[in-house]
């Protein structure tokens, strides 16, 4: 038995330097010498200052935005440690609204939303994210706010949509995931736009 | 249901089949001992473990020996994780502050990694430091998974050996399951996770200005290194609360592809391994095809569930042609978060790409049945395998009392004692599931877990013992599962999940290595064949249909009717 104990202890402790600390950081090394941006979060800068991830979703509220999926995501109440708050797209702490097809809070809410944006609406703009923070909408969900986008933005109807056809990027090697719509970069699209 | 979805199922599946055999050979050649191509480089290292534990990597362990040296390692392992968790604060690589972790979500986790369950009480980038996460849990999900597959190569050797009295070395088994299988296939898959977009930094997180002017807090990590590890070693416990539905731990639809076809790869092979050992690979190939067919009935169930979105949305003048997307990533869409679900559970990984709280009643209850069934669709590392060899056993158990003959299987006799430890091994789930849960639906402490009511709430806690006790991992997130209460029970049922089964397990192994082998004659019922097959399916579903039936009635099926009928809870 005390043979086990001490192979237990020594083999533990070797594999934790190999597994736990060789392996993650030369990774860290290499994978941050190959791809740097990727290694660091896929950030995005603008004016020098980091404005998001290309992977990561925003809440994007104004109407000149195109708007992302709903997220459930929390923050803990500033008010009250113990308490949480609704924190849409908050990166710091991922997650879904964990509701079931017959929650009532899931039936309303979309009923709400479905009388706000109208008869017809596709189904992943009125519904909440797994992780709440997709970057992607469908690119029938951005063709919805097109108009309300190109009205408060004074600009023609075509133009947008022309953005929004740039930025639908097609099923990977045309078979794998879905066709889709990165909202940050066509929003980044639109104020480059806007600026010319 | 869409043609691409199909063709993407379809793709899924052929790769599988197209690495079983190759990564079988491999397998088998490091497990024996054999040179490989990589131990020019490893055969020192792996020398150096050895010489530095003292251990005798040719010195033969009966099941008892074996078992004991597993057992002392994960008290040590235990002991190692807790104090690790508990101390966080005080230790490097914590650029967040993260605080220590409480003595009973420590002492949960702890349990959950050991037993490579993976079951997540906490958000990991709200909860853990990257000490945690690196020298911590991911050395567990190596360990956990190395442990599964020496587990399951010792049962084959009961098969394989005869009238002996070792089934091998449980130390030599972990150190060549590490070094040569898992260790390099991870560092591959972290280079192309961290390609396709997943972060691999020690930064603090990033604290960003939005186009819109607001803050955003973006959480960073050590992902993918870890990521690489939890989906190979079916562990499934993600970096991030969301885990591979968050878009830096699963960015892209070929990520997607990958971290699926990694949770079920080395099961996969580990069926081969088994038919090279028996000396006939169609013995593998029978075990392969009775998963097969049921992981294709539970991928139809779940991708037609979860396609057909929810009625009740589409009566309120929805768009539903996308299918059930509550839950779900726009890049994966219904098809893709289907098949995941079906391969996570199939597996005893529990990584998530769409949160299952929010699936359809059918849809949801399919990730269950896998997890019910005791997890032996492919499987997790090695669990699988051995899992699935208990039911062989039983099912050969049953077709030799239809005859009345002492049955055997790959030249084994299977007798009294094979068969008793069998039983134990498979009715110890039904009893911490379906105990646990019916008390946690009574009690007070209970009741207060669940986030959504009716039959849906009755869901989550049936869901929740069943990861636990099967060593899954995943969840009906909605549950709050960070109290003492379900942290300690959900501990317990881990646990019995995993050593109630690994005992008598190795036990069966033991008696099997001692017996003489039999040489086939006319009488002796085939195990390669369709019938057989078709005995084990049917083996595998009576036993779970009998046992869990009604909780299942109680659960998804009575929400199910409640949600055509248009009731809400």
Redesign the interface.
């Known amino acids: 038995m005390l043979r086990h104990f001490r192979a237990s202890i020594v083999m533990l402790l070797s594999m934790t330097v190999l597994l736990g600390l060789a392996y993650p950081l030369a990774m860290v090394g290499l994978t941050g010498a190959i791809f740097p941006s990727q290694a660091k979060g896929s950030l995005i800068e603008r004016d020098g200052k980091v404005i998001g991830s290309s992977l990561i979703g925003q809440n994007f509220i104004g109407e000149g935005y195109f708007h992302g999926r709903l997220s459930a995501t929390l923050d803990t109440d500033p008010a009250d440690a113990t308490k949480t708050v609704s924190a849409p797209y908050n990166a710091a702490n991922s997650s879904g609204s964990n509701l079931g097809p017959t929650s009532k809070a899931l039936i309303d809410r979309v009923k709400e939303d479905a009388d706000k944006l109208g008869k017809g609406v596709p189904v992943d703009l009125v519904t909440t994210s797994g992780s709440g923070l997709d970057p992607h909408l469908s690119p029938a969900s951005a063709a919805w706010q097109v108009a309300r986008v190109a009205k408060a933005r004074n600009m023609p109807e075509a133009d947008v949509q022309r953005l929004v056809a740039q930025h639908t990027e097609g099923r990977m090697y045309g078979l794998l995931g879905e066709p889709r719509v990165n909202v940050l970069q066509l929003n980044l699209a639109l104020d480059a736009q806007a600026k010319r | 249901m869409t043609i691409?979805g199909w063709?993407?199922i379809a793709?899924f599946v052929a790769l599988l089949l197209l690495f079983t055999r190759p990564l079988g050979g491999y397998l088998d050649n490091v497990m024996a001992g054999r040179r490989t191509f990589l131990s020019p480089v490893l055969v020192p290292v792996e020398r150096?473990?050895y010489r530095?534990?003292?251990?005798n990597p040719a010195e033969e362990q009966s099941w008892w020996v074996y078992a004991?040296?597993m057992i002392?390692?994960h008290?040590?392992?235990f002991a190692?994780l807790y104090l690790l968790l508990r101390l966080q604060d005080l230790l490097p690589f914590n650029p967040q502050g993260m605080a220590s972790v409480p003595p009973d979500l420590a002492g949960n986790t702890t349990v959950s990694f050991l037993t490579n369950t993976n079951w997540q009480s906490y958000?990991g980038?709200?909860t853990m430091s990257y000490l945690s996460q690196?020298?911590?849990l991911?050395?567990q999900n190596?360990?956990s998974a190395a442990t599964g597959i020496a587990l399951a190569m010792a049962f084959v050797r009961g098969f394989a050996r005869t009238e002996a009295k070792t089934i091998g070395n449980f130390?030599a088994d972990?150190?060549r399951v590490?070094l040569y299988v898992l260790?390099p296939i991870?560092?591959l898959l972290?280079?192309f996770y961290?390609?396709?977009?997943?972060?691999?930094?020690?930064?603090s997180?990033?604290?960003?200005?939005?186009?819109?002017g607001?803050k955003?807090?973006?959480?960073?990590g050590?992902v993918?290194?870890?990521l690489a590890i939890k989906m190979l070693g079916t562990n499934g416990g993600g970096f991030?609360?969301?885990n591979s539905?968050?878009?830096?731990e699963n960015?892209?639809?070929?990520t997607?592809?990958v971290q699926m076809l990694s949770i079920l790869v080395i099961g996969a092979a580990m069926t081969n391994v088994f038919g090279r050992a028996v000396g006939d690979e169609r013995q593998g190939w029978a075990i392969f095809a009775a998963m097969g067919v049921l992981f294709l009935v539970g991928t139809y169930v779940a991708y037609w569930a979860e396609a057909g979105?929810?009625p009740?949305?589409a009566a309120?003048?929805?768009?539903?042609?996308?299918?059930?997307?509550?839950?779900?990533?726009?890049?994966?869409?219904s098809p893709?978060?289907a098949l995941f679900a079906v391969v996570t559970t199939a597996a005893s990984c529990g990584a998530?790409?769409?949160?299952h709280?929010?699936?359809?009643?059918l849809g949801g209850m399919i990730p269950l049945i896998n997890m019910l069934l005791g997890e032996i669709i492919i499987g997790g590392v090695g669990a699988g395998l051995y899992g699935v060899l208990l039911f062989a056993i039983l099912a050969i158990f049953l077709a030799g009392l239809m005859v009345g003959r002492t049955p055997e299987y790959v030249g084994k006799k299977i007798e009294a004692r094979e068969v008793k430890m069998t039983m134990l091994a498979i009715l110890c789930l039904p009893l911490v599931i379906l105990g646990f849960t019916a008390l946690a639906s009574v009690l007070p402490v209970g009741l207060a877990g669940p986030?959504?009511?009716?039959?849906?709430g009755f869901?989550e806690i049936f869901y929740a013992y069943t990861s636990g006790a099967a060593n899954n991992g995943s969840a009906?997130?909605?549950l709050t599962a960070n109290t003492v209460f379900y942290n300690g029970t959900l501990a317990i049922a881990m646990m019995v999940g995993r050593f109630a089964i690994i005992v008598p397990m190795l036990a069966v192994a033991g008696s099997l290595a001692a017996k003489r082998k039999t040489a086939a004659s006319a009488g002796t019922f085939p195990t390669h064949g369709g019938l057989f097959v078709g005995l084990l399916v049917g083996a595998i579903l009576i036993v779970g249909g009998l046992t869990y039936l009604p909780a299942l009635a109680l659960g998804p099926i009575a929400?199910h009717f409640?949600?055509l009928a248009g009731?809400?809870?």
């Open positions: 691409n063709a993407q793709l150096g473990f530095l534990a003292g251990i004991r040296a002392v390692f008290i040590v392992g190692f958000g980038e709200s690196m020298a911590g991911s050395v190596f360990l130390w972990l150190v590490t260790l991870c560092v972290t280079l961290v390609w396709q977009g997943v972060p691999q930094n020690l930064a997180y990033v604290e960003a200005t939005t186009v819109e607001a955003q807090t973006l959480a960073q050590p993918a290194s870890q991030f609360n969301a539905a968050h878009p830096y960015p892209t639809a070929f997607n592809l979105g929810n009740l949305i309120l003048g929805v768009d539903n042609t996308a299918g059930n997307m509550e839950g779900k990533e726009v890049r994966f869409g893709l978060s998530v790409n769409a949160m709280d929010s699936f359809m009643p986030a959504n009511a009716g039959p849906h869901s009906f997130g909605g929400e409640a949600m009731t809400l809870f």
